[in-house]
């Protein structure tokens, strides 16, 4: 297990020079001059040359990449060109609250998910199961920032009842989680679904039924245990893509984490922090999937002995 986990840590180099390479070019290739929008609008022609001088902008991709990365090897991420803030730092401030939201997030969508994908199995064809499935339907199809959109003029506009964005209190939270949360339920539900109904057919399901277990020992303790690996993959995905997909969400309720973070990076061409935040999505997913795969052992003993 030792050298699965060392393996799977080393695999992380190459994803993350990948990844920062492809920003990097991407972000060079948008329109504007970098050190036009660092200086302002009293930018003279004369400043704006010897800021591209003094910044290495002249220099070729190639070379203002391998320097970041040189840079990123001694754990120096750099400054944010807008407000000359360490990256690492204005990033270490904003994380946990997206970490906060994206973990309270899934947690709201496993409470939901899960029950509403056995029932739907065990009543299969029934009206809950017909209603579950098109409640999971539109969640799926329905846009985030519309949904967060919508949540902030009922129940913030009209009913007063949670604030529309900030981070003042924990109400605040409220409506961005449950933006956040909603296709990833969706997409947890039907796949619990699905895999409850391919168990409870099996020879050793009929068996319990037989010896005369109680009906929730055996979708407890049988099926659920054995439906819990695709499950898991599906939470660890949607977990990842929570913590990257909470840029709208972040941006629709003004929440102070790294998705706003990096969408204002974008517009200014800051991009040492973009490439910062890029680099934290990049290493907290592979952490995630990590952490699934290590999730399996326990779940399956024969996973386990494919690590050994």
Sequence with gaps: MGKYILRRILVLIPIVLA???????????????????????GATQESIEKLNEEMGFNDPIIVQYGRYIGNLVRGDMGR???????????IGSR??????????????????????????????YSIFDNFGMILALIGISMPSFWLGL????????????????????????ILPAVTLGAAAAASITRTTRSSMLEILPQDYIRTAKAKGVGKRPIIIRHALKNALIPTITIIGIEFGNLLGGAILTETVFSWPGIGRLMVDSINGKDIPMVLG????????????????????????????????
Excluded: H
């Design 150 to 173: 919508n949540l902030i003029i009922i129940f913030s506009l009209r009913l007063g009842w949670l604030p529309s964005g900030g981070a003042d209190s924990l109400r605040s939270i």
């Design 19 to 41: 990844v920062t390479f492809i920003v990097f070019f991407i972000i060079s290739l948008t329109p504007g001059n970098t050190a036009a929008m660092i200086i302002g609008d």
């Design 277 to 308: 935040c890029i680099i934290v999505f990049s290493v907290g997913f592979s952490i995630v999937n990590l952490i699934i795969d290590i999730l399996y052992a326990y779940i399956d003993p024969r996973i386990k002995a494919n690590y050994e």
């Design 80 to 90: 944010s060109y807008k407000t000359g803030v360490s990256v690492s730092q204005e």
């Design 95 to 124: 994380f946990p609250n997206t970490l906060k939201l994206t973990m309270l997030s899934i947690l709201i969508s496993i409470a939901i998910s899960i029950p509403i994908g056995i029932i739907s199995a065990t009543k299969q």
